[in-house]
Structure formats: C-alpha cells, structure tokens
C-alpha cells in the first residue's frame, strides 16, 4: 500500500472518530428547561410548590430543570420576550400576551376553584359608593400583563378622568395602597382579594364593584425555543404525571387551554389608553 493512500486512510479514520466522539459528547449533554412563574414577592413557596415537579420532568427528560420566580407580570413579559422560559405559569393576561405576540403555546390549563372577578376595593370607612364616585380620585392598579388587576379594570374606568393611577408591583400592594389613604380604591381579583384581605393587621376593605365578566383561566405555555419532538416529550410527560405532582403545581392534564382571543382583542383596544397612564391627570378616553 502506498504512503499516500496511507495517510489517506490515516485520515479518514481520525476524522470518523473525531465526529462519533464528538456526537458521544453531545447526546451525553444534559438539556435544561427553566420554568417562569409570578411568586409575587413568595419565592421560597413557589420553589417548595414546584419540587416533585422539577424532580419529576427532571428524570423524566433528562434535564436540569430550573425554577425562577419573579415578582410580577412586568418582570415575566421581559422574559417572555427574551425567551428566557421554556415553559411558563402563566395568569391569562400573560398567557394571552405570550401566545398573541411571542409565539408561546398554551398546553393545559391552570386549575381554578372558581372563576375570579375583576374587583375594586376601598377602605372601609370610604364615603366612595359606585364605580362612578372614582371620578378625579386616585385609582392604584396592577402590572400590565394582569387582566384582574390592570386590563378589564382600565375597560371600566374608560371615559373616567382620574387624579393619578399608582402602579402597584403586587396585588398586596394595591391594598396597602388603599389601606394607606394613597389610593382612593385599588383594582385587583376577588382570589387575591379574599387571601390578602387579612394579612395587613387591622386594616378593613370593602367591594366597591365587581365586574361581571368570567376571566379564563390561565394556562402552562411552552416556548418557541423548545424543539417540535422535546415539545411533544413535555406535553405527554405532564399529561401522564403522578396526580400529587400536577395538584401540587396547579394544571388539568385532561383538559384543552382556554381561548385567549377576547382577552387579546381587549388588550389590543386599551393600548391607545394604557400609553397615557403616567399622564396628571389621567384621561382614560
């Protein structure tokens, strides 16, 4: 045999090893999934809520699973748009944002005891008795991306001229704002309501109006960044896991995601509105 046929087969056998050692090395390599969820301030639950589902999804794909809480629906919208989550918990004013304008897919939905309402709150001592009483006060609302705190509660302030709108990080916020006096009433849902109601010392609300419209539930999306088979791998892995995993995190395995489009259609009609929220006062017209 030649030197030069050889070194040719020399060569070919390097270049073969190379490449079956370096698809050894990348099949061994280890996927990782983080998972976004609003903690509003409850870090330490939401990551004791999430263990067995991390360690569940974890040995199940092969994963590093990672869990990052954030504050609010501010926080998660910039993540969303970074494609920062593979996988989200999302309310459905989130939800809707995420499927309508960055191409997440909405996979289960959310468990709800009941569906939440649209509230506002004032003092209980307030002389404040319908909706319309808001006229020229202060009115404290959610994050954008909260359709119970922030999109149907603009919908009914429309054509109203308020002093000022203070933008609450928390849903626990937008109630020590009222229980201040800094805010005439404050917008947030009859669930957060009803759980936040007694943890600000003695401090007393009452429902000023509650609107009538059923608010879907939210949903677990999966993110663009995820591969269509890894996709797939996630949805049936969820669909089949052990009944204390999925009722420790909150979805329905059985059951299809709600449709968003009303919720994406109202938050398309208030955006002309919701650019002059920083204005004095605020002409919500």
């Avoid at 040995?59 to 993540?79: D, F, G, H, M, V």
């Avoid at 008795?129 to 999109?151: E, F, H, I």
């Amino acid at each position: 045999m030649s030197s030069q046929l050889s070194r040719r087969l020399f060569l070919l056998q390097t270049l073969l090893l190379f490449t079956a050692c370096a698809g050894q090395e990348t099949s061994n390599q280890e996927f990782e999934l983080v998972i976004g969820v609003i903690s509003y301030g409850e870090e330490e639950q939401a990551l004791e809520q999430f263990v067995h589902f991390r360690e569940y999804m974890g040995k199940k794909l092969r994963a590093i699973i990672q869990l990052e809480p954030t504050l609010n629906e501010n926080i998660a919208i910039e993540r969303i748009q970074r494609g920062t989550w593979s996988l989200v918990f999302a309310p459905p004013g989130l939800a809707a944002i995420a499927s309508a304008n960055y191409q997440y897919s909405p996979i289960y939905p959310l468990e709800m005891e009941d569906y939440p309402r649209a509230i506002f709150v004032v003092r209980e001592d307030s002389p404040l008795r319908q909706l319309k009483d808001l006229q020229g006060k202060t009115v404290a609302l959610g994050q954008p991306g909260s359709a119970t705190g922030y999109y149907i509660p603009l919908r009914n302030l429309s054509g109203f001229t308020l002093a000022e709108i203070l933008s609450a990080a928390t849903p626990k916020t937008v109630l020590e704002l009222v229980a201040q006096g800094k805010a005439a009433a404050g917008a947030i849902s009859s669930e957060e309501y009803n759980f936040y109601k007694t943890k600000l010392g003695a401090a007393k609300f009452r429902i000023l109006f509650t609107d009538s419209q059923n608010v879907p539930s939210g949903s677990v999306l999966i993110g663009p960044n995820i591969e269509t088979n890894r996709q797939q791998l996630i949805r049936n892995y969820m669909k089949d896991a052990p009944p204390n995993v999925v009722q420790d995190v909150g979805y329905v395995p059985n059951a299809e995601p709600p449709d968003y489009k009303n919720m994406i259609s109202l938050i398309k009609q208030l955006k002309p509105i919701a650019d002059r929220l920083n204005s004095k006062p605020v002409r919500l017209f």
